[in-house]
């Protein structure tokens, strides 16, 4: 296991990277990482993530309470949102929060990401859903966020932010990108004209494809709450369908959290990464746009 000291660093860099892209604006944002069920590292309330030094970092317990902090840091107001996460998804690593332009406009204009429009992201996001409003540092965001934590790894915050988790630190961090990304995509294509949506037929290849390969995390396509077809683009429809029944996370479908943990601990966001581009070049291949 990589040592607690290394985990600060990296929590150091993921908070410069997230400054330096312009995904949180002064000391906003919050980053955790699990090291077991009962210690968390987190970052502290109160400072620039573009600027942090290992000893910034706080330590927690489950229920957010401090186990160790260095005199001046306090752990992030924000930290009942980590926890809940990682109370309710076992095979969650790291919790990453921040408020990136285009992601937090959509929350704010209370439009969520569900028009599929590109590979990568209908692949390794889905939809990314609003969770509904809480006033920060409440219950209020963690109750509110509850309902999404079996089905997705990404949600926008209504009129606040986004939300990423994932296996580890940097595959969560990856999973924000990716959505401020897409969100970016979407506003730009709207300007255009309004972008040109893949069918169904094309979805449902890129479903297959993610469940072939097995991919870590919860995503509508081993998940699919769209029971009546109306929040979520992704399934396109698919999960009624016998087709659909056969392949091998059908079984995990509407069981939430009780799914068994799909993600393999030694993923690392690099060969999620990989996979990501392979797949999308035999997508492309397929639909014939090379
Ligand atoms: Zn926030």
Redesign the pocket.
């Known amino acids: 296991m990589v040592n607690e000291f290394e985990i600060k660093k990296q929590i150091c860099d993921i908070g410069r990277r997230i400054y330096n892209r312009n995904m949180v604006a002064a000391n906003?944002?919050n980053i955790s990482v699990k090291l077991n069920d009962n210690e968390f590292l987190c970052t502290p309330t109160g400072v620039s993530k573009g600027f942090m030094t290992p000893e910034f970092i706080c330590k927690v317990d489950a229920q957010g309470n401090v186990i160790q902090a260095n005199p001046g840091f306090k752990p992030s107001s924000?930290i009942k949102m980590h926890m809940r996460v990682y109370q309710k998804r076992p095979d969650v690593g790291s919790v990453v929060?921040a408020?990136p332009i285009y992601a937090t406009s959509f929350a704010i204009a209370g439009i969520p990401l569900t028009q599929p429009i590109m590979p990568e992201a209908v692949i390794a996001l889905g939809c990314v859903p609003i969770a509904e409003y809480g006033t920060?540092s409440t219950m209020e965001i963690p109750d509110n966020l509850e309902k999404y934590l079996p089905y997705f790894d990404a949600v926008l915050l209504e009129n606040?932010?986004a939300l990423t988790w994932s296996t580890d630190l940097n595959a969560a961090y990856m999973k924000m990108e990716s959505v401020e990304f897409y969100a970016q995509l979407l506003y730009q294509s709207k300007l255009l004209g309004g972008p040109k949506e893949f069918d169904k037929e094309n979805i449902k290849k890129l479903y297959e494809i993610r469940r072939k390969f097995g991919m870590p995390g919860k995503h509508p396509a081993n998940l699919c709450q769209n029971k009546d077809g109306v929040n979520c683009h992704n399934c396109g429809g698919a999960c009624h369908s016998q087709e659909y029944k056969q392949f091998p996370g059908y079984q995990y479908d509407f069981v939430g959290s009780d799914a068994p943990a799909e993600a393999p601990a030694a993923t690392t966001a690099n060969a999620d990464a990989e996979l990501v581009a392979n797949i999308t070049k035999q997508v492309m291949a397929q639909l014939g746009l090379k």
């Open positions: 906003d944002g924000e929060h408020h920060p606040h932010g």
